[in-house]
Nanobody, 122 residues
Framework: QVQLVESGGGLVQAGGSLRLSCAAS????????MAWFRQTPGKEREFVATISWSGLTTVYADSVKGRFTISRDNAKITVYLQMNSLKPEDTAVYYCAADPGGVKTTLNYHYWGQGTQVTVSS
């Protein structure tokens, strides 16, 4: 069983930065693929970034490539999403997800957090 708790969301001006954190519980965290997704009202949840258990493989959505960085600290059982050069269209609820399988950009992750709101003002 893995429980995920996101933090670090908030209000920021366009061009600014935020770092999201996702604290996980569970002994097997170090073997889980981790990911970030986001969702706005009326839209489907969309993939943002994912990282393999080793941290050696990362995949990003085209919309965030070059601006966002996903990383993990297995000792602290935490995964991060550094978001730079934020745009109003990045406004969404951001969700952390975990899965024992390999990296993937689809929604079929086994565990999900409750989400944290990110709002980017123009």
């Amino acid at each position: 069983q893995v429980q995920l708790v996101e933090s670090g969301g908030g209000l920021v001006q366009a061009g600014g930065s935020l770092r999201l954190s996702c604290a996980a519980s569970g002994r097997s965290f170090a073997r889980y693929t981790m990911a970030w997704f986001r969702q706005t009202p009326g839209k489907e949840r969309e993939f943002v970034a994912t990282i393999s258990w080793s941290g050696l493989t990362t995949v990003y959505a085209d919309s965030v490539k070059g601006r966002f960085t996903i990383s993990r600290d297995n000792a602290k059982i935490t995964v991060y999403l550094q978001m730079n050069s934020l745009k109003p269209e990045d406004t969404a609820v951001y969700y952390c997800a975990a899965d024992p399988g390999g990296v993937k950009t689809t929604l079929n992750y086994h565990y999900w957090g409750q989400g944290t709101q990110v709002t980017v003002s123009s």
